[in-house]
């Protein structure tokens, strides 16, 4: 996969690289209209259930998926199995961490919904690795440390309990599925506010495209309505509303 990769038409002329890209989602667009671009395309389910949230409104997040698959367990002496991947404290986990790549996000599911898959010292390597966010079905902790380092971390909310004698990481960089939703590595991950939305790796050049034509447009209704055109005029001229 080449995160880096230049794209054909109009979308080359925006941006050239992940960097750019993901400088122009994080400081001009927004879930609601990257995912009407998805709509319009076909691509109906794409955003990711309502109770994941960011710890703080103000967080964004925009980077390429590092799937992430959990497990419960139950933990005991007696209970360690033919599987030496369960015998570790956490699974796979410090492997799928230290594993981060610049602008990924860290994206998790497959456990139950009850304990915290991320926390502040997850969030403190991923940060060194140049990680964009986390964004987990389940939990997060250490709520505190987390805000204090303003990681952008998405997840049901605030709990402490712990996975390690809960659940463990079985696998990573597999394709993931929540609630309907396919993630593949590499799809590209936005949230904000308003919710996460998935947008595949082979779409992605012409959603982003759209979507900043989109915004930048709904811009300039927005100055035309306040300069006293009616939304019915406002359409009908720009087709956005």
Known sequence: MNNNI???G???RLWQNDDELFSIVRNELYTAVVGDIMDQMGLLRQFLPPQIQPLHSNMIVAGRAMTVLEADVITSPAAAGR????AQPF???LEALDDLKKNEVYICSGASPSYALWGELMSTRAMQLGAAGAVVDGYSRDTKGILQLNFPTFSYGRYAQDQAPRGK????RVPLEIRGVRIMSGDIVFGDMDGVCIVPQEAAAEVFA??????????????KILEGMSA??????????
């Open 169 to 172: 990481v079985i696998d990573f």
């Open 232 to 241: 019915g005029q406002a359409f009908k001229q720009f087709g956005i509303m």
């Open 83 to 86: 599987n030496d991947v369960l």
């Open 10 to 12: 109009a979308a080359s």
């Open 91 to 93: 699974g796979l986990m």
């Open 6 to 8: 230049h794209h054909p």
């Open 210 to 223: 759209r979507a900043i034509e989109k915004a930048r447009g709904e811009k300039m209704v927005q100055q």
